[in-house]
């Protein structure tokens, strides 16, 4: 049976409060920091940002020199936002509405990026059309960077990040498949919030070996503080890190 996604129609709806969950700290303290490391020097580098959403991170890597990047998200609305803000300052990206699981081959890119991308596979056939997607558009020795909801967090069913603006509250039993709802509140008293499904690690190990990706690993996310950031507050938040970083590579 062919994959059918569920995300778009999730995202068409709350595009304009999961851009605003950019700006929560841990985005700017943790998450990108790690992307950036895992991505490293991407001057001169191309790039496919799948699940690009309103492109935050394909900009992010414009502006580090990367080129040509394109981006491609299920999600007409967050294109549409990614299309506004290329328009307001262009940086010479493309975006395309795109669902990850049957791209085919649109390149062949030094990067993959895959930012929350495989977190929505709801099971290891739709992670390994994700993955199949990535192998398609690398070049031989080309990589893939993400970041991801992190399936080896310690946390128990009621993860609280309430400090960190957040709940994440994964379905029991904690199976393949089982849903991971994250719940944003919002200053007007109200929240939004989106699910991801959880798979095994090793799902994940065997899901990219079969797809002919080589060196699959999760990446602990670390933190990168400023000046007026808790230290304590942050050392928690990467002890029992709700996302993870995860590279792997096509052989040269
Ligand atoms: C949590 S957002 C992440 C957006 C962006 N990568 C970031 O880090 O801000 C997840 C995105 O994945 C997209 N998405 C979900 N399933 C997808 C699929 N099968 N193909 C392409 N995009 C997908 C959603 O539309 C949404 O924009």
Known sequence: MPYRPTAHAEYDDIAAEYAASKQLPFRWIVEAPTLFQLADDVRGKSVLDLACGEGIYARKLARRGAGPVLGIDLSAAMVERARASEREQPLGIAYRVGDAADLGTVGAFDLVLASYLFNYAQDARQLLAFARTVAANLKPGGRLVGINDNPR?????????AAYGFSREVERP??????????????????FGFDNFWLAPATYQSVFAEAGLADFRFVDCTAKLGEDDDPVLWAAFVHDCPITGLVARRPG
């Not at 967090?153 to 990040?161: I, M, P, Q, V």
């Open 174 to 191: 904690q199976r393949d498949g089982a849903r991971i709802r994250y719940t944003f509140p919002l200053p007007d008293g109200s929240s």
């Open 153 to 161: 967090t310690a946390l128990g069913r009621f993860g609280s990040y």
